[in-house]
């Protein structure tokens, strides 16, 4: 088991590094457009803070080269602020003399929100000498970015290998539901994928097979399968060089007794540019959502889960067209009476377009982290963290 705050005793008056994940959406104006990575970290650092740990907050923000002034850490130490009045202050630097002196002026119960972590490339580099500048900051670390926790950076990776260290709330929340969920299934256990790409999401699926009942299959993905199975797709989205591999899973699946369910019907777009319902997709056609008879058969199969896992997608959802099958599906698994993980960017915000976000059991915070634990693989920057 790995070490979380709550196994960290004494705290009172000591530093604390705590990498958080407040890599937030912002408008064209550099205004938040929302805060829920934000509230997420509060739990962690309101039980750090409550202690009269002194708090060293960090976390990156976009992809800066170099330091930007549109992608400021200071709009988010704003929010925190409201959160711990008359505590938090901000530094517009990460590392250097006037970290150390701002670090060196805190008082017990002080937070201080540091730069923008990628205004420096020694942190996705996972430099050396950055990750002696930032470790040099404090006693103990902790991380809480789970949205990052796949990489190896020298926020989280690095500076773990240097403090005692341990994981905070959110991590410990995502590794535990990920875990249960793929160990102790309760079934029936059904799977839904989707999204663009099957190459990235192979493993995904073949980590599920024998441990799902059911593995429902839309979106761009299914496209791929359909082709292995011999169907015409058109011009949909294709993996030409998974095809193989396409047809290696659903002989898998069907050695293991997991049931692969594919779309029967199709919202297309023809060359013509008119969006028609078929059956058989034809030559002249792209797939861009499944129809409504898959939508029966997909909700069916949702209604009769006790655990469901989503990931991706079903349509082209950003498209008002192709939106209503990831819409449907959406609503299916919100209000089936299963337990509930939505996990990937484009899911959880499909999820919350239609308003129903928290209707969800779990809405995983990290994208790729979570596609990692849905491979049933072992996060770096979580492997590092000292065990128990
Ligand atoms: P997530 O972020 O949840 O892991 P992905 O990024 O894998 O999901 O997939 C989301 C993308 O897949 C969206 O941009 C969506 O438009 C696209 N997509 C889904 N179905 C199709 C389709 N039939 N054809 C083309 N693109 C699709
Ligand atoms: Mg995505």
């Given at each position: 088991?790995?070490?979380?705050?709550?196994?960290?005793?004494?705290?009172?008056?000591?530093?604390?590094?705590?990498?958080?994940?407040?890599?937030?959406?912002?408008?064209?104006?550099?205004?938040?457009?929302?805060?829920?990575?934000?509230?997420?970290?509060?739990?962690?650092?309101?039980?750090?803070?409550?202690?009269?740990?002194?708090?060293?907050?960090?976390?990156?923000?976009?992809?800066?080269?170099?330091?930007?002034?549109?992608?400021?850490?200071?709009?988010?130490?704003?929010?925190?602020?409201?959160?711990?009045?008359?505590?938090?202050?901000?530094?517009?630097?990460?590392?250097?003399?006037?970290?150390?002196?701002?670090?060196?002026?805190?008082?017990?119960?002080?937070?201080?929100?540091?730069?923008?972590?990628?205004?420096?490339?020694?942190?996705?580099?996972?430099?050396?000498?950055?990750?002696?500048?930032?470790?040099?900051?404090?006693?103990?670390?902790?991380?809480?970015?789970?949205?990052?926790?796949?990489?190896?950076?020298?926020?989280?990776?690095?500076?773990?290998?240097?403090?005692?260290?341990?994981?905070?709330?959110?991590?410990?929340?995502?590794?535990?539901?990920?875990?249960?969920?793929?160990?102790?299934?309760?079934?029936?256990?059904?799977?839904?994928?989707?999204?663009a790409?099957?190459?990235?999401?192979?493993?995904?699926?073949?980590?599920?097979?024998?441990?799902?009942?059911?593995?429902?299959?839309?979106?761009g993905?299914a496209y791929?399968?359909l082709k292995?199975?011999?169907y015409e797709i058109g011009n949909s989205i294709l993996?030409e060089?998974?095809?193989?591999?396409?047809?290696?899973?659903?002989?898998?699946?069907?050695?293991?007794?997991?049931?692969?369910?594919?779309p029967?019907d199709h919202m297309c777009l023809t060359d013509k540019g008119m969006v028609v319902r078929v059956r058989e997709i034809g030559r002249d056609m792209t797939a861009l959502d499944i129809g409504?008879?898959?939508?029966?058969?997909?909700?069916?199969?949702?209604?009769?889960?006790?655990?469901?896992?989503?990931?991706?997608?079903?349509g082209k959802?950003e498209d008002r067209r192709f939106?209503?099958?990831?819409?449907?599906?959406?609503?299916?698994?919100?209000?089936?009476?299963?337990?509930?993980?939505?996990?990937?960017?484009?899911?959880?915000?499909?999820?919350?377009?239609?308003?129903?976000?928290?209707?969800?059991?779990?809405?995983?915070?990290?994208?790729?982290?979570?596609?990692?634990?849905?491979?049933?693989?072992?996060?770096?920057?979580?492997?590092?963290?000292?065990?128990?």
């Amino acid at each position: 088991m790995k070490r979380t705050i709550r196994d960290l005793k004494n705290i009172k008056g000591e530093r604390i590094l705590v990498r958080c994940d407040f890599n937030v959406p912002l408008d064209n104006w550099g205004d938040i457009l929302d805060d829920t990575r934000i509230i997420a970290a509060i739990p962690t650092l309101k039980f750090l803070n409550d202690q009269g740990a002194k708090l060293i907050v960090c976390s990156h923000l976009g992809r800066p080269k170099g330091y930007d002034k549109f992608l400021s850490m200071f709009p988010v130490s704003v929010v925190l602020m409201k959160y711990f009045p008359n505590k938090v202050k901000f530094c517009n630097k990460v590392i250097g003399p006037e970290v150390k002196k701002a670090v060196n002026q805190m008082k017990n119960g002080d937070i201080l929100v540091l730069e923008n972590l990628r205004f420096h490339d020694g942190e996705e580099k996972n430099d050396p000498t950055f990750v002696n500048e930032l470790s040099s900051l404090a006693q103990f670390y902790v991380d809480d970015a789970f949205g990052v926790a796949h990489r190896k950076h020298a926020s989280n990776y690095g500076v773990a290998l240097k403090l005692p260290n341990a994981i905070g709330f959110l991590i410990e929340k995502e590794i535990n539901v990920f875990e249960k969920a793929f160990k102790q299934p309760e079934h029936p256990f059904v799977a839904i994928f989707g999204g663009a790409k099957v190459s990235d999401k192979l493993n995904l699926i073949k980590n599920v097979i024998g441990v799902a009942d059911k593995i429902i299959i839309g979106g761009g993905m299914a496209y791929t399968f359909l082709k292995a199975q011999g169907y015409e797709i058109g011009n949909s989205i294709l993996s030409e060089d998974q095809l193989d591999n396409a047809k290696q899973i659903l002989r898998l699946a069907r050695q293991k007794g997991t049931e692969i369910l594919l779309p029967i019907d199709h919202m297309c777009l023809t060359d013509k540019g008119m969006v028609v319902r078929v059956r058989e997709i034809g030559r002249d056609m792209t797939a861009l959502d499944i129809g409504y008879k898959t939508v029966k058969l997909y909700s069916k199969a949702i209604k009769g889960a006790k655990q469901i896992i989503w990931n991706g997608p079903v349509g082209k959802y950003e498209d008002r067209r192709f939106k209503k099958g990831t819409t449907k599906i959406a609503k299916a698994v919100a209000h089936s009476k299963a337990y509930t993980i939505v996990g990937g960017g484009d899911s959880v915000s499909a999820v919350n377009m239609c308003g129903l976000g928290d209707k969800i059991n779990h809405l995983s915070t990290g994208g790729g982290a979570s596609l990692k634990l849905m491979e049933g693989k072992i996060l770096p920057a979580v492997e590092v963290i000292d065990t128990l």
